[in-house]
């Protein structure tokens, strides 16, 4: 049975308007009881109880009072029953409520609980003294729940002026606290705890935190964010780290908020032999975000200051233009490496404005590269510059889709030698036209015919003029036969048989390979005549090629192969030996990939020539299940000199990670050089991490050594507590 009182001049049900102070008790009471039998409507005015409101805020308050049964003796309201008040957002349920008329007192017998529209915080208590507007009072025996992460409990809680809840002879932790684990891993005990709603912070008096129970560290007072606060001033979670060039240290982030679009993190690293202060600066902006990252190092290996900077933006400017940045710096070559900031031979900074639209590219790019391993290198470009503009149009007067663009590029190097320091600035333009024919039998026939011009511009290479003019002009046809058919299984099958024949020329003077040094010969340039990657090399002569692909698509699998390859009718100039293209018949090719269930992938990609001799070998392979995933690649490629390479490349990498038990997770990574049989990087890590407690320990151990590196061997360590790690997890908790 329930009864419920509607208001006067609303449909939703109200019992009472509880007010208190100078407001009145104004109500109309409607008591509806419902029996199995069927519904009886009765309804009590209670005597002396029917004036009008104070005001119209008043008027307006959204009150309900919901119970099981009421009574009412003209001074004292008892509602009994699965009692449930609803009072300008706030929410209350008991087994018992008793409101006084006199004194305009709330007595509540439990089990309570608190909740207001719109907060995170739940608040249980056996018993509670509160005010009408359950605003002010006193809830005994009292727990509180906020975001579902943290815990605290007291044996009173007060309630004051609806903003701050203040716990007494308290403790608070983020653990899970069960009947068969009443022990915490973590926990606070504190003589006061105040929680305030609006700032979203605790405030901890006499604070004593205990791990399993035993007391590690006290702190007078001490102030934390509570758990649904994202962004405030405070210390984030240490890292303790052993490494063989820098000794052993800590470092100690503190996050620091500037506004509510930007914010800066401060985080000094002291250890045995160096003392470093890293910085990141982060700010959003309404058309895009900028993040500055730097530090500043005293070590004992250079015997002075030793820093580096970056600088990542990107932004959304008008008439549909982005800009995007990365710029970086760094005092010598090997502190990126040492600091485990970057392990690339190279430190990059970039600006790129870019506009890309239906039908039209736009894309310019200034390239600083400063190179970072042993010695010098002078054949690489210092500054690069290129810009490109394309646009496609639809020709009335032609079937198909025309083409047509302007390109640029520039490189610099530092070096004033001849040859190796030379310096070219090429400008071109290009038009393309292409068109396809699908036959009834199901050929498709597609052909493409193209223009290129290029002015270059070259200065200190006296193997070439100071000024070349080249033209090139190329011509394909590609035949293809998609063979489709659909399996038992619910499988959809494609063979395709695929024949391209190609014709180009070249005219005018020969000009430095920059742009075009490395290939990648593979099945998204088997079949076409833009093999090399940049300008500076074109193919010419006569050329075909002829692959076959085949492609399976079912429910649970998924696999394609590719087979074929390409041949010239003379030997092509600017191909590298480890391209697989050098000669008139270029190394077969053949790539698969595979991909089953969601689970295992695998692709692949092979070279080789007619002697069956590998020339280059790619795969990778990865498998996940729920308790565990791995990964492993093997690269091949052969010593080539033109891509200044005087070994062979003979790699293995494996990577992985395990579930080992409940919250417990370990990782590993491995790389092996099978040409100089020598391991160059190890990882190992393991990880704790439940809602209250994140603990991590990484191992790794680097074997190069070079002029500027020594091999290092680096450990970490770091703890976070639930709420205030930087990983938070909701708490899966047994008292809740």
């Known amino acids: 049975m329930r009864a419920a009182a509607p208001s006067m ?72 029953g699965d009692v449930e008040v609803l009072y300008d957002g706030t929410r209350l349920t008991a087994s018992r409520i008793s409101y006084n008329q006199t ?50 409990a007291a044996a009173r809680l007060d309630v004051i002026d609806g903003r701050y809840l203040r716990l007494q002879k308290s403790v608070a932790s983020t653990c899970e606290v069960c009947a068969d684990r009443p022990v915490p891993i973590w926990e606070i005990r504190a003589q006061e705890i105040v929680h305030d709603s609006e700032a979203r912070q605790l405030y901890f008096t006499n604070a004593h ?27 984030l979670v240490p890292e303790v780290r052993t490494d063989s060039t820098l000794g052993t240290g800590i470092e100690i982030p503190y996050f620091i908020t500037i506004g509510d679009h930007r914010d800066i993190t401060v985080s000094p690293y002291l250890a045995t032999n160096t003392t470093t202060l890293n910085l990141r600066y982060r700010q959003a902006f309404t058309n895009g975000n900028i993040e500055i990252n730097g530090a500043v190092s005293d070590d004992d290996t250079t015997g002075g200051l030793r820093a580096y900077a970056e600088i990542e ?53 200034i390239t600083y590269s400063r190179y970072l391993g042993d010695g010098t290198n002078n054949e690489n470009p210092t500054v690069l510059g290129e810009f490109l503009y394309e646009r496609y149009v639809q020709p009335w007067s032609l079937p198909g889709r025309l083409s047509y663009g302007f390109t640029a590029s520039s490189y610099y190097r530092e070096s004033n030698e001849d040859v190796d320091g030379a310096d070219v600035l090429r400008l071109g333009a290009e038009s393309t036209w292409s068109g396809s024919k699908i036959f009834n039998s199901g050929l498709r026939l597609d052909n493409e015919a193209s223009v290129y011009a290029d002015a270059y511009f070259i200065r ?19 035949l293809s036969w998609p063979l489709t058919r659909s399996t038992a299984s619910g499988a959809s099958e494609i063979l395709e048989p695929i024949l391209q024949v190609g014709w180009s020329d070249s005219v005018g003077g020969s000009v430095p390979d920059t742009d075009s040094l490395f290939i990648e010969f593979d099945e998204g340039n088997l079949l076409t005549l833009a093999r090399f990657p940049g300008a500076d090399r074109r193919e010419t002569g006569l050329t075909s090629a002829a692959g076959l692909r085949f492609s399976h698509y079912g429910p649970q699998i998924d696999y394609a192969v590719t087979l074929g390859r390409v041949l010239y009718l003379e030997d092509t100039d600017g191909y590298s030996t480890s391209s697989g293209l050098s000669t008139t018949q270029s190394d077969w ?54 891509e200044d390479r005087d070994e062979p490349i003979n790699e293995f990498a494996l990577d992985g990670e395990v579930i ?8 590993g990574e491995y790389r092996h ?39 290092t061997t680096r450990v970490t360590f770091s703890v976070g507590f639930g709420a205030f790690a930087t990983e938070q997890s909701k708490a899966s908790t047994c008292a809740f």
């Open 9 to 80: 001049t609303s449909t939703r049900p109200r019992i009472a308007r509880l007010t208190g102070g100078a407001k009145r008790f104004a109500c109309h009471l409607t008591v509806h009881l419902t029996v199995t039998a069927g519904l009886a409507l009765t309804t009590i005015a209670l005597p002396g109880l029917l004036h009008a409101q104070d005001s119209q805020q008043d008027a307006s308050l959204p009150t309900a009072l919901l119970a099981n049964g009421v009574s009412f003796d003209g001074e004292m309201l008892v509602a009994t």
């Open 103 to 152: 004194t305009g007192a709330l007595s509540i017998e439990g089990p309570i609980r608190l909740t207001e529209s719109g907060s995170d915080t739940v608040v249980l208590a056996s018993a509670a003294e509160l005010d009408t507007e359950l605003q002010n009072g006193i809830l005994t025996s009292a727990r509180m729940v906020i975001d579902q992460q943290m815990q605290l």
């Open 209 to 235: 935190v205990r791990i399993m129970d035993v007391p590690v560290l006290w702190l007078p007072h001490l102030r934390v964010p509570d758990p649904t606060l994202e962004r405030v001033n405070g210390f």
């Open 313 to 365: 933006g990107d932004w959304t400017l008008g008439n549909g233009y982005a800009l995007d940045i990365d710029l970086a710096a760094v005092s010598d070559t090997s502190y990126l490496s040492e600091y485990d900031i970057s392990d690339s031979n190279y430190l990059k900074s970039t600006v790129n404005l870019s506009r890309y639209r239906t039908g039209e590219a736009i894309d310019g790019e």
């Open 460 to 478: 200190q290479n006296s193997d070439y003029d100071s000024t070349v003019l080249r033209g090139t002009a190329s011509a394909e046809t590609k």
């Open 589 to 642: 090719l053949l790539a698969a990939r595979m991909a089953f269930n969601d689970r295992l992938s695998l692709y692949n990609r092979l070279l080789v020539g007619n002697d069956a001799e590998m020339t280059k070998w790619d795969t990778r392979l990865d498998y996940l299940r729920d308790t565990y995933s791995i990964g492993t690649t093997y690269s091949y490629v052969i010593a080539d000199a033109v």
């Open 660 to 667: 080992l038990a409940d919250n417990w997770t370990l990782t």
């Open 673 to 711: 050089d099978f040409e100089n049989d020598e391991v160059t990087r190890a990882k190992l890590g393991i990880k704790f991490q439940n809602e209250c407690t994140r603990v991590q320990i990484g191992l790794t151990r680097r074997y190069w050594d070079t002029d500027d590196l020594d091999p």
